[in-house]
């Protein structure tokens, strides 16, 4: 007959006094003082990055044991640095720039969300499986209507750039029952990424419950005479200080104009304020749920949003 102790090691069941002196070192011995989890964020920079402050905040408010330290990976050691993290027994990572695409092939299961993605910003490590998801687009749709609160369900949403962070986010977009329209420099990547949100969403609708699937990809030319109800901007031109080619009468009465980059009013920003947009919002609040996100996925805990967000505004 056999017993197993607490961390699931099988030990002999002992009949006599001395076995059973043997049996109790042999269970204190397995029962060894719970540890703290190890998270982490990875990039290359990442000095800059809130993560830390961000999840050790959630912590402490939910009272889960871990920590989460930002670690700079070289250029070419990003897979080096996932297996030293699994060996030193890490639960997982973030990932940020500019590994995402690294992570996406590294991962040995993908959600719905990074395979449209094709991007990784969150590792979950299970024994031999490495689990991939992009909460970026979660973030995203969170920050938008529990806090901005306004609803995604069939509004007209125009999603701009088709890079790496509109990528991240079509999907959830239209998880939340948007209208999207894609609007790009380069227009092949607007619809190819059209494409592939739209296929995924019609692959998933079959397994759940039906979903928002019209979606389309443009170019800037294409916007003039049209009105949306939600303006994102997802492009890399805020980082250059550059205007978007955007008509003035994109923004139909009450439009949000959200920005995914924080910190900073950028000229799409300055541009929606003069241009008729009722809300102007910067990523700040996506940064926050997007890490919310993350942490659920490792931990199986919502932490409160608010107030972190409003704790980093203070300290913007
Ligand atoms: P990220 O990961 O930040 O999305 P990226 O993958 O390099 O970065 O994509 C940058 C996005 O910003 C692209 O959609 C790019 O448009 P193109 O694909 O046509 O190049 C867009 N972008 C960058 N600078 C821009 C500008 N000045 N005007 C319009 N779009 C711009």
């Known amino acids: 007959m056999r017993d197993v102790c607490p961390h699931n090691r099988p ?82 990572c973030n990932v940020t720039v500019p590994f995402k695409f690294e992570a996406f092939q590294l991962a040995t299961q993908l959600t719905p969300h990074a395979l449209v993605a094709q ?73 190819v990424l059209a494409i592939r949100t739209s296929n995924k969403a019609q692959e998933l609708a079959t397994s759940q419950t039906s979903v928002q699937t019209q979606i389309s990809g443009c170019g800037y030319d294409e916007l003039f005479g049209k009105q949306f109800d939600v303006v994102i901007n997802a492009t890399s031109a805020g980082l250059t200080d550059s205007e978007l080619p955007l008509p003035a009468t994109l923004f139909a009465s009450g439009a949000l104009a959200y920005d995914m980059m924080y910190g900073r009013v950028t000229p799409f920003m300055k541009f929606a304020r003069e241009h008729g947009a009722a809300v102007v919002s910067d990523g700040l609040g996506m940064l926050v749920e997007q890490a919310a996100e993350s942490f659920f996925i490792w931990r199986g805990v919502r932490p409160e949003t608010a107030p972190v967000i409003e704790a980093l505004r203070k300290f913007q």
């Open 11 to 92: 030990i002999n069941r002992a009949p006599t006094l001395k076995l059973q002196y043997l049996t109790m070192r042999a269970v204190n011995f397995c029962a060894h003082p719970k540890m703290t989890d190890k998270y982490a964020v990875i990039g290359n920079p990442i000095n800059h990055s809130k993560s830390p402050l961000i999840h050790k905040m959630f912590a402490g408010q939910t009272g889960q044991d871990i920590s989460y330290e930002a670690i700079l990976a070289p250029l070419d050691g990003f897979a080096a640095t996932i297996e030293r993290l699994r060996n030193e027994g890490y639960k997982g």
């Open 119 to 191: 991007a990784v910003n969150t590792l979950k490590f299970d024994g031999d499986t490495i689990l991939g998801d992009n909460t970026d687009g979660t973030g995203l749709a969170r920050d938008i209507q529990f806090h901005l609160r306004i609803t995604l369900n069939n509004k007209r949403v125009l999603l701009i750039g088709a890079g790496g962070a509109a990528n991240g986010v079509s999907l959830p977009l239209m998880h939340a029952g948007a209208k999207l329209t894609i609007v790009n420099r380069n227009v092949d990547k607007a619809q």
